[in-house]
Structures are given as C-alpha cells and as structure tokens.
Nanobody, 125 residues
Framework: QVQLVESGGGSVQAGGSLRLSCAAS????????MGWFRQAPGKERECVAT????????YYADSVKGRFTISRDNAKNMVYLQMNTLKPEDTAVYYC??????????????????WGQGTQVTVSS
C-alpha cells in the first residue's frame, strides 16, 4: 500500500512560480516510478511529467517543457514539481501518482496504481 499526499498548490499570476511536493509512504519508494498529472474542468487527466526510480529518466509533456522540472529525493520519500513561467492554461488540479513495481515512468494514467488527493493550481492572467 502506498499513500501519496500533495501540497504546494495555490493561486498565482501568470509568469509566476509554484513548487508542488508529494510525500509518499512505503519502504520501497525508491524502487518505482512517479508521475505528475493534471486535470482541468471538463478535460481528461493528462500527464505533465514522469520520473524513473533513480531520477535518471525524465519525461515532460510538450506543453510544459522548459518551464516545469520534476525531481525526487528518495531519502525523504518525496517528489517535486517546480513550475515556472506559469500560464492560465496550467490551471488544474495536480495529482502525483506512483507506478508500483515499475522503474520507468509512463504518460498513461491507467498505468499508475496509487494517486494522491490532488492540489489545486490556479493561474490568473
């Protein structure tokens, strides 16, 4: 069983920055991939970024490349999403997810088996 708790969301003006954190429970955190996803009202959940078990393999959606950075600290069981140069279209609920028993990430939400409760990010123009 893995429990994930996100924090760090909030409201910011366009061009601003936020850092999301995800605290994970479980002794085997360092063994599996993690991902950040987001879902805006009326839209499907989409992958924002993923990170492999070691942090050596990263993936970013085209819409966030160059602006967002995913990272992890296995000693602290934490995953982060640094979001810079935020745009109104980044407004969504952001979720972290774990892909247990898999060391590499995936952009498909259905390949993740544990999810956090989500944290709201609102970017105003």
């Amino acid at each position: 069983q893995v429990q994930l708790v996100e924090s760090g969301g909030g409201s910011v003006q366009a061009g601003g920055s936020l850092r999301l954190s995800c605290a994970a429970s479980g002794r085997t955190f360092s063994s599996y991939a993690m991902g950040w996803f987001r879902q805006a009202p009326g839209k499907e959940r989409e992958c924002v970024a993923t990170i492999s078990w070691s942090g050596g393999s990263l993936y970013y959606a085209d819409s966030v490349k160059g602006r967002f950075t995913i990272s992890r600290d296995n000693a602290k069981n934490m995953v982060y999403l640094q979001m810079n140069t935020l745009k109104p279209e980044d407004t969504a609920v952001y979720y972290c997810a774990s892909r247990s028993l898999r060391r590499l990430g995936s952009s498909r939400p259905d390949e993740y088996d544990y999810w956090g409760q989500g944290t709201q990010v609102t970017v105003s123009s």
